[in-house]
């Protein structure tokens, strides 16, 4: 009785939180597909609003770039990410330890302020604001997420792998290439889904960062609220969202499968 | 297969010497184990012929080749690893295989060999297996094919059956020295296990403080050990104190040696022995049984000695504990004072 009781108590306290968590984004997705614009009930379907998006040219280009440098960030990120875990694993050298308590704490940092800082230094060493800046700006974020998670993996690979691959012959690149990268791959992958996440998602640097009129996702959103709240950002943010669990689902399975090696 | 020599090798880690001018020749075709308690650079030995380590100074010759600065994956060397180091990866066939296409062999060569390194370790049935899914025993079968398979120059094995518990090491110790006869390879093994060492191999060489002590077959260096150090770590050895020397015929000058005995080589009475055994007084202190063999433990001019013999061969010991301690004057240990 009592059992079920708090059977019960726990099922709803479940449920509260899966209410907290989900009912603002489905309010969010129900009111892009509502016809009224001012969020007037009751509920009236209607696919205008994905319409205007889609005839929407800003609203494109903004996400083709958002895209575009996550993807890049996700790329360079990764692999300066995946090289700087292995080469913190494999060497000692001078200065290492320093080096891997300095990574912790850009994570910590908040991005008003690291992003104030960068501005300030791009400026100041000539770059200046624009798509350069944003991307050099994302990977700088994303970097310490990777190394984190791909150095978590690298902690449980056994570095005797290694030295058997070349007692047999094989060349560092094909000890890398054979024996290291496939045991860590499941870290990289989910290093490179938070570097995307990071730049995809990253609002604050790439407000700082990119040149007006010429902006990310993101601050495209952001300033289309500023001028006035219409539901085609609703539309917008719906397919993100949609997209985002998306590849979470996937990561989420890819994840179960490298696990199991 | 070839001969392997190593000449005047020196190996410095920072501060520590943990190599010092070490010479030693691996005969071809030979079973050597090196042997020594942990920090005595016996793995350090391995791994410079191996070529994980450079050596600071000194030569290191595989077969007609020098290859002290030649990087591991050049030297071609077969090597077997304390954890076997499988790649959890791959398949038992492809970790087997890893060293021939690393060589770019046929395909269906590749396949041949394959099949023929799993028949020698008798695992022809699983090939298409992950290394998770073996037993500690198979996967050091596994280790060991995929050393030999692609016809190294020598066989490095590193505490190969340390990892294995009593009855598997001892069918294993077998198996592996019909591997290494039937593949004839010259082949180094490292173990702190002295019987292991004795057992399996041609050659022993015991390693103290990064110096090759002695050097020699297992019956040669057991019997004639240099030092103390290497009479008390091949096995057991009574030490005679200098008052006793002066009855006793002695197999060389007193100054400058030690003399001691074997503990089997001890025989117990309790009358006075023949004439041209070596024999001391002594005072049994415990007889302890163990069926076949017993163990007694002895006062022999205020030092403990201890004898092993057949439980049968020692005869009932007078009330007072009072014996004789004999052994044949051949069977003296000499060794550096």
Not at chain 1, 204 to 215: C, E, I, Q
Not at chain 2, 300 to 322: M, T, Y
Request: proline share 5%; aromatic share 10%.
């Amino acid at each position: 009785m009592r059992r079920n009781f708090l059977g019960l108590l726990g099922k709803a306290w479940l449920a509260l939180i899966l209410v907290f968590l989900y009912a603002p984004i489905l309010v969010m997705a129900a009111m892009s597909f509502n016809a009224s614009p001012f969020y007037q009930l009751p509920f009236e379907f209607s696919g205008a609003w994905y319409q205007d998006m889609m005839a929407n040219e800003q609203i494109f280009t903004a996400a083709a770039r958002s895209v575009l440098i996550a993807a890049a960030t996700t790329v360079l990120a990764t692999a300066f990410g995946t090289s700087a875990s292995i080469a913190l694993f494999r060497y000692d050298f001078r200065g290492k330890r320093i080096l891997q308590v300095l990574l912790f704490p850009p994570i910590a940092i908040p991005w008003l302020i690291t992003g104030t800082a960068m501005l300030i230094f791009f400026f100041t060493i000539g770059i200046g604001r624009g798509t350069p800046a944003v991307l050099i700006g994302h990977v700088a974020l994303a970097l310490p997420y990777v190394i984190v998670t791909v150095s978590a993996r690298l902690s449980s690979f056994d570095i005797t792998l290694e030295e058997a691959a070349r007692s047999m012959g094989a060349s560092s690149w094909t000890v890398l290439r054979r024996v290291t990268l496939p045991w860590i791959a499941p870290g990289i992958v989910a290093g490179g889904l938070f570097a995307f996440a990071v730049s995809f998602d990253q609002f604050v640097v790439s407000y700082f960062l990119s040149k007006p009129g010429d902006t990310t996702l993101p601050v495209l959103i952001y300033t289309s609220i500023r001028k006035g709240f219409t539901p085609e950002i609703n539309a917008v943010s719906t397919i993100i969202i949609v997209l985002s669990m998306a590849v979470m689902f996937l990561a989420a399975r890819y994840s179960r499968f490298g696990g199991e090696r | 297969m070839s001969r392997v020599e190593v000449s005047n090798v020196t190996m410095e880690f920072g501060q520590t010497t943990a190599l010092d001018d070490v010479s030693i020749a691996f005969e071809d075709g030979g079973f050597f184990a090196l042997l020594g308690p942990s920090g005595s650079g016996k793995t350090t030995l391995l791994r410079t012929i191996a070529g994980f380590y450079f050596p600071k100074s000194g030569t290191i010759r595989i077969g007609d080749r020098n290859v002290e600065s030649v990087p591991v994956e050049k030297r071609d060397i077969g090597m077997m690893f304390q954890n076997y180091a499988l790649f959890p990866n791959m398949s038992v066939a492809d970790n087997i295989g890893f060293g021939l296409r690393v060589r770019k062999v046929p395909a269906a060569e590749e396949k041949k060999r394959i099949s023929e390194a799993l028949d020698l370790v008798q695992l022809g049935a699983l090939a298409n297996r992950r290394p998770s899914q073996l037993s500690g025993g198979q996967r050091q079968r596994v280790a060991l094919a995929r050393a030999i398979v692609t016809n190294p120059k020598v066989l490095l094995l590193d505490e190969p059956l340390s990892a294995l518990d009593k009855t598997l090491r001892v069918d294993m110790q077998i198996e592996l020295k019909r591997i290494q006869r039937e593949v004839g390879i010259t082949t180094i093994f490292v173990t702190h296990d002295q019987e292991e060492a004795l057992t399996l191999s041609d050659r022993i060489g015991i390693l103290r403080n990064g110096r090759i002590v002695q050097a020699g077959p297992p019956r040669e260096v057991y019997d004639r050990p240099v030092d103390e150090f290497t009479a008390g770590f091949l096995g057991e050895a009574n030490w005679l104190s200098a008052s006793l020397l002066e009855d006793l015929t002695l197999p060389a000058q007193v100054d400058g040696h030690r003399f001691g005995t074997r503990p089997e080589a001890l025989r117990i009475s309790a009358d006075t022995p023949d004439a041209g055994q070596n024999a001391v007084r002594g005072q049994v202190r415990q007889r302890i049984f163990a069926g076949a063999m017993a163990t007694c433990l002895i006062d022999v001019g205020g030092s403990q000695w201890k004898l092993i013999a057949r439980d049968r061969d020692i005869p009932e010991l007078p009330g007072d504990g009072q014996v004789w301690v004999s052994w044949s004057p051949e069977d003296t240990l000499v060794v550096r004072a």
